[in-house]
């Protein structure tokens, strides 16, 4: 049973983490951009500096995570990044802001993501990683969708009935409420994962074979493949942030309807990303990725022309629902080209940080650029526009995983050098 409390408390801690820098932003992103009198541009920008503190924080973070047990990290990270939410409920300009999800990226990845990732390996022990990951994204999808339907029912608890005729005040004492719920969160699952989880030490020092093993994976065409495929799949993910900004300003509904939409899209998560991991064991992984981007290209493109009137309307909502499967379809796989490029044993955690160091790059320019585009053109003609440029990275998505089949097909690219297939430095 202890084992099962483990990875619950896993699931639960590697999605709460990230509930104050992103589920605020995702799911209540109208009622965030006036409570903290931001633009789409100074909001994007805000988010641009997370993304440089977390791009710097892949590799040392896993330093730490091998030298300190996963149970601490874990902790210290809860704690920190909870306390960081007490902050942002004062409601801090535009550079405070920046200051706190730099912070954020600090806690949220240096503290956490790498030792996440090995406790949930050690959970998964050498027969069942599959299982394990897998139970990790898919729980992870069910843990943002049942906080974010928490905070919705938070957020209308302190709104008037009235919702459309809401006041600032009213609305920042509302999402201020919010803003406790998912700090309060974080700081009991904390207690949880210093409860729950074991003091494993880890045996030896892998920071050197990561570092010596560099320049290596760094010669790597598939690996480089791999990047960009998870930058053109991140891109999709982060487009999911501004849903319920559509939902308000194209769509025609409320805060509260728009924070609804996007949470009923979370429900989707733990299918689309279960459904693929089975398509990618039985066909492959990157077929899989291929045709996920095909369909993103198709349903983005249906969204950049649709208009919400009379049959419009079913159009969009039909799109809506199945980018978010795609979308969590990609998230669901494209680890697993790790495996497909016959990736060595000894060469996981460089490659992992190589590819995660690169394909999570859009943290620093897809939220700038998206919110110049929807400012640029407010209303439904920058909604299209943001559309289309998803439909761009759809595409550019595809030709990658045309590339990723090539080099898989070419034994001088398939074909790693033998001292580090055989393991040895």
């Known amino acids: 049973m202890s084992r099962y409390f483990l990875i619950i408390t896993l699931v ?73 939410g007490f902050y942002m409920a004062t409601y801090p300009g535009v550079w405070g802001m920046a200051l706190l999800y730099g912070y954020w990226g600090v806690t949220t990845i240096l503290l956490f993501w790498a030792a996440l990732i090995r406790a949930t390996r050690e959970w998964g022990g050498h027969t069942s990683q599959g299982r394990a990951f897998g139970v990790l994204e898919g729980g992870r999808g069910i843990a943002a969708a049942i906080f974010a339907t928490l905070g919705i029912a938070v957020l209308a608890g302190y709104l008037p009935d009235d919702a459309a005729n809401v006041t600032n005040e009213e609305r920042r004492a509302a999402f201020r409420a919010v803003i406790f719920m998912y700090s309060i969160a974080a700081i009991v699952t904390a207690g949880l994962t210093w409860l729950l989880i074991p003091p494993v030490k880890h045996v030896g020092d892998s920071s050197q074979g990561l570092f010596h093993n560099a320049a290596l994976v760094t010669r790597r065409p598939l690996v480089w493949a791999q990047a960009a495929v998870i930058v053109c799949a991140y891109c999709g993910y982060k487009g999911l942030d501004n849903y319920s900004l559509y939902a308000v300003q194209v ?169 580090a297939s055989s393991g040895t430095k």
């Not at 965030?32 to 791009?55: I, K, P, Q, R």
């Not at 978010?324 to 796989?333: D, M, T």
């Not at 929807?374 to 998803?390: K, W």
């Open 251 to 419: 769509l025609g509904m409320d805060e509260i309807e728009g924070a609804q939409l996007s949470a009923y899209g979370a429900y989707i998560r733990p299918f689309a990303a279960i459904t693929a991991g089975f398509a990618a064991d039985r066909w492959s992984a990157s077929k899989t990725i291929g045709a996920s981007f095909f369909v993103l290209l198709m349903s983005y493109g249906m969204l950049s022309i649709a208009l919400p009137d009379g049959s419009g309307l079913m159009v969009i909502y039909a799109n809506i629902l199945v980018s978010f499967f795609a979308v969590f379809a990609l998230r669901g796989v494209y680890f697993a080209l790790l495996e497909e490029n016959k990736t060595p044993a000894l060469l996981t955690g460089a490659v992992a940080g190589m590819v995660s160091f690169v394909g999570y790059t859009p943290e620093i320019f897809f939220a700038p650029i998206t919110g110049r585009i929807l400012d640029a053109s407010p209303g439904v003609v920058g909604h299209q526009n943001y559309f289309l440029f998803l439909t761009a990275v759809a595409t550019i998505g595809i030709a990658v995983v045309g590339v990723l089949l090539r080099l898989q097909r070419s034994d001088r690219h398939a074909q790693w050098p033998s001292r």
């Open 12 to 84: 639960v801690a590697g999605e709460i983490v990230f509930g104050l820098p992103f589920h605020t932003a995702r799911f209540f992103r109208p009622t965030l951009l006036e409570a903290f009198s931001f633009t789409n541009t100074e909001l994007g920008d805000v988010f641009a500096v997370y993304g440089v503190t977390a791009m710097l924080a892949y590799f040392p973070g896993g330093m730490l995570a091998d030298r300190f047990s996963a149970r601490s990290l874990l902790t210290v990270s809860l704690l920190a990044t909870g306390a960081g």
